[in-house]
């Protein structure tokens, strides 16, 4: 019996993102995350105007060292052609060799790694603040939603007891009425029957004299 034979497919290696055409990867920019060959390392470290730092594609351990250093030292100027290399206090801004010798020789100047893991801290210590007091305001706006509940389930309890009451006195006071009514009534019946036995007694009482 002639078993069918299991076809591999090939998996298509990967071009290099630069030239697309040599499959040799052997390299990574960290700043633009693209994979190149040795020809086009080389090409784009001469085309950046700013230097990019390129590791080894396969090596993961090799890139976090990288992203933290591009926090701090390849950070361009705004003003000269020259990377920041420190930060002034006083201006609250990055600064190069340049800016130092021209405007902040006499300022308050630090490490931006220094400034940048006090920022980083500082953030840290905020966002835990910010945690803990929208932690207490949806504890506070639990109980302010369980008092409000509680209050108006109130109201409408107190809205039906008073419903309730409503319908029993108007019971009692029609019952009253009825009863008010039939007594005066009685009353009137009474009272007529004793005006007529009065007017049939004065007829029929006889003359004393007759003429």
Same mark, same amino acid.
């Given at each position: 019996?002639?078993?069918?034979? !299991?076809?591999?497919?090939?998996?298509?290696p990967k071009p290099c993102e630069l030239c697309e055409t040599d499959t040799n990867i052997k390299?990574?920019?960290?700043?633009?995350?693209?994979?190149?060959?040795?020809?086009?390392?080389?090409?784009?470290?001469?085309?950046?105007?700013?230097?990019?730092?390129?590791?080894?594609?396969?090596?993961?351990?090799?890139?976090?060292?990288?992203?933290?250093?591009?926090?701090?030292?390849?950070?361009?100027?705004?003003?000269?052609?020259?990377?920041?290399?420190?930060?002034?206090? !006083?201006?609250?801004?990055?600064?190069?060799?340049?800016?130092?010798?021209?405007?902040?020789?006499?300022?308050?100047?630090?490490?931006?790694?220094?400034?940048?893991?006090?920022?980083?801290?500082?953030?840290?210590?905020?966002?835990?603040? *910010?945690?803990?007091?929208?932690?207490?305001?949806?504890?506070?706006?639990?109980?302010?939603?369980? *008092?409000?509940?509680?209050?108006?389930?109130? *109201?409408?309890?107190?809205?039906?007891?008073?419903?309730?009451?409503?319908?029993?006195?108007?019971?009692?006071?029609?019952?009253?009425?009825?009863? *008010? +009514?039939?007594?005066?009534?009685?009353? +009137?019946?009474?009272?007529?029957?004793?005006?007529?036995?009065?007017?049939?007694?004065?007829?029929?009482?006889?003359?004393?004299?007759?003429?």
């Amino acid at each position: 019996m002639a078993f069918p034979q !299991t076809r591999r497919q090939a998996q298509v290696p990967k071009p290099c993102e630069l030239c697309e055409t040599d499959t040799n990867i052997k390299w990574k920019c960290v700043q633009c995350n693209t994979l190149m060959c040795d020809k086009c390392k080389n090409i784009h470290l001469v085309q950046t105007s700013i230097r990019h730092d390129i590791v080894d594609a396969f090596n993961s351990e090799g890139g976090k060292d990288i992203e933290h250093r591009i926090i701090t030292d390849n950070i361009p100027c705004q003003s000269h052609k020259k990377f920041n290399c420190m930060f002034c206090r !006083t201006c609250d801004r990055f600064v190069c060799a340049d800016c130092i010798t021209a405007f902040h020789k006499t300022h308050d100047l630090d490490s931006i790694d220094t400034v940048c893991d006090e920022r980083r801290k500082n953030l840290t210590q905020l966002r835990s603040r *910010l945690f803990e007091k929208v932690a207490r305001f949806e504890t506070e706006e639990k109980k302010i939603q369980d *008092l409000k509940t509680k209050y108006n389930n109130f *109201l409408a309890e107190s809205v039906e007891k008073i419903n309730q009451h409503e319908q029993l006195i108007k019971v009692e006071v029609s019952e009253y009425a009825n009863e *008010l +009514r039939t007594q005066i009534e009685s009353e +009137r019946q009474r009272i007529e029957n004793s005006m007529l036995e009065k007017e049939n007694a004065v007829f029929e009482i006889p003359p004393k004299h007759c003429f």
